[in-house]
Nanobody
Framework: QVQLVESGGGLVQPGGSLRLSCAASGFTFSSYVMSWYRQAPGKERGLVARISYSGIVTNYADSVKGRFTISRDNAKKTVYLQMNSLKPEDTAVYYC?????????WGQGTQVTVSS
């Protein structure tokens, strides 16, 4: 069955870094646009970064441009989010998303907390 399993979240101090991973299975990973979303308490889920099926095209929310980098390894069926210069406002649950035509899959989320 389809699975998206996120990992790499945790507690980090402001200015620190984390690398999130999302391992996919059960679908043709290389055909899917992959994205990271996040949801903070009391806020709506919003797009953080997106990467095309080939990995050539990427898009970022303005709030993370220059600090976060999305990448993918189609051979490993994994998408990554490198997060640098983390701020307290980056605290949220981060979700992996896979999208292709009418198919839309979500992971269970991983908590990222930025606090001193």
């Amino acid at each position: 069955q389809v699975q998206l399993v996120e990992s790499g979240g945790g507690l980090v101090q402001p200015g620190g870094s984390l690398r999130l991973s999302c391992a996919a299975s059960g679908f043709t990973f290389s055909s899917y646009v992959m994205s990271w979303y996040r949801q903070a308490p009391g806020k709506e889920r919003g797009l953080v970064a997106r990467i095309s099926y080939s990995g050539i095209v990427t898009n970022y929310a303005d709030s993370v441009k220059g600090r976060f980098t999305i990448s993918r390894d189609n051979a490993k069926k994994t998408v990554y989010l490198q997060m640098n210069s983390l701020k307290p406002e980056d605290t949220a649950v981060y979700y992996c998303n896979a999208h292709f035509q009418s198919s839309d899959y979500w992971g269970q989320g991983t908590q990222v907390t930025v606090s001193s």
